[in-house]
């Protein structure tokens, strides 16, 4: 076939070049990169890479979890067919799993947003750390949503349940011994205007107002008409404890 | 370029070569702000709290493959008492039944305000705490403690007046441990929350009573 070398046959092939190096580069994904380039040998590297295999199983764990307490509970209700005695027991298993927060919840609440400030010019006699959402901050609003009289609460997919705790490791939140990134997305089933009011109560969360006002500190509710909130993904050991 | 036909096709691939190059800089960025900080203290600390956090999970894990194999058996008996166990350890972790067992009692005095005492339960929990109580009243997921108009703390709707008496129930030696490590809440609250006094008791029986609760959903439904 005779082409001609015209511009606009130049152009299209820079461009055709162009577009398959950037489909190359989006085939290979987006690579986790560690925030300095330690090199191999240096402790924090080996820190790195030791993260993020505990998060792997990490991650790997939760699934198991999950997949055998869906299996039970079908084996469950296969088991207990033989007596009313026993379908009552399968039907109070299922209502505690519920209020344990073993199972996906869904309905109406809010959707509160709160984010690390966006100010870069930190003035020098500041501290960096007023211009960050801090665990305590995360933990007060999951406090209100209780007080508030929400009936399920997740951090970014991380169910709050009984033995929960929010707390920090460095600047890092972490809910259910899972490390977070903001922004922190705190979802809550229950009354939408009673959830909403509440948290803008200026009696409550006055800490974290002061920090909106003076460091920029990000807090947003929204009402939400229908929301899921996943189920909890975690142990919860009660070997000390006897009935009696 | 002669034709508008050319024209239109090279504005079409430039435009869509530049949708591609923002949605890969987009992708990059969200991955880039799960960045793992691991400057030395914070690294380690986080390696130890993911090493205990799995831990956790394995027990977990095991206690469900336990279960499996209870249903397994042939014996009808076999699988119900598996089910009442688990019936049992549902209704122990959602504070449905009183129980009792070793722990560490934490007794804090002074001008302790709401946000302190809600602090310290969370560092309770976060110190593997497996049944809570405070000033008599059973602690769960849900639980409220409010400031009342004088000046006084309601816990779950009951009044509570200081010394403010916590019941923990779990591995004793482990809870202190948590609980006395430096750096932790209560370190914080010599360090910095004048007046405040704490002291941790380990012991072999502590009671935790049954929670009241309040009825049942009104808002929340399983989602299938």
Known sequence: ?244 | MKTRASQFSITLVAFLLGVLVMAQFAAQQRMDQKRVSASGVDGALLISSLVQGNARLRQEVAELDAQMDSYRSTTHQTKLQAMVDELNRLKVFNGAVEVYGPGVLVTLDGPAAVLDLQDLLNELRNAGAEALALNGQRIIASSIIEPLADGSIAVDGFAARRPYVFVAIGDPATLETALLRPGGLLTVFSNSRQGLMVNVQRRGRLTAPVHLAAGSFQYAVPAK
Not at chain 1, 27 to 51: C, E, F, N, Q
Not at chain 1, 53 to 64: P, W, Y
Not at chain 1, 129 to 134: F, G, K, P, Q
Request: charged share 20%; with cysteine.
């Open chain 1, 1 to 244: 076939m005779k082409q001609r070398l015209t511009p606009a046959n130049l152009v299209l092939t820079l461009i055709a070049v162009v577009i398959g190096l950037v489909l190359a580069w989006q085939l290979h994904g987006p690579r986790a990169t560690p925030p300095v380039g330690y090199s191999p040998g240096d402790p924090r590297d080996r820190a790195v890479s030791a993260i993020e295999q505990l998060e792997v199983e990490q991650s790997a764990l939760k699934a198991e979890i999950s997949r055998l307490r869906a299996e039970l509970t079908e084996v469950q209700s296969r088991a207990s067919v033989e007596s009313d005695r026993e379908r009552h027991m399968d039907d109070e298993l299922d209502a505690q799993r519920v209020v344990a927060g073993l199972i996906a919840v869904r309905g109406p609440g809010v959707v509160v947003t709160l984010d690390d400030s966006s100010i870069h010019n930190i003035p020098a006699s500041s501290n960096p750390n007023d211009y960050l959402v801090h665990e305590f901050d995360v933990r007060d609003v999951v406090n209100v949503l209780w007080l508030a009289g929400a009936e399920a609460i997740a951090v970014n997919d991380e169910r709050i349940v009984g033995n929960t705790s929010v707390y920090c490791v460095g600047s890092t939140v972490m809910v259910n011994a899972t490390r977070l990134s903001p922004p922190y997305i705190i979802r809550a089933i229950g009354e939408p205007g009673v959830l909403a009011d509440t948290l803008r109560n200026p009696s409550y969360l006055t800490s974290l107002r002061q920090k909106v006002e003076r460091y920029g500190i990000k807090f947003q509710v929204a009402q939400a008409a229908k929301m899921t909130l996943p189920a909890y993904t975690g142990g919860f050991a009660v070997k000390h404890c006897s009935i009696q």
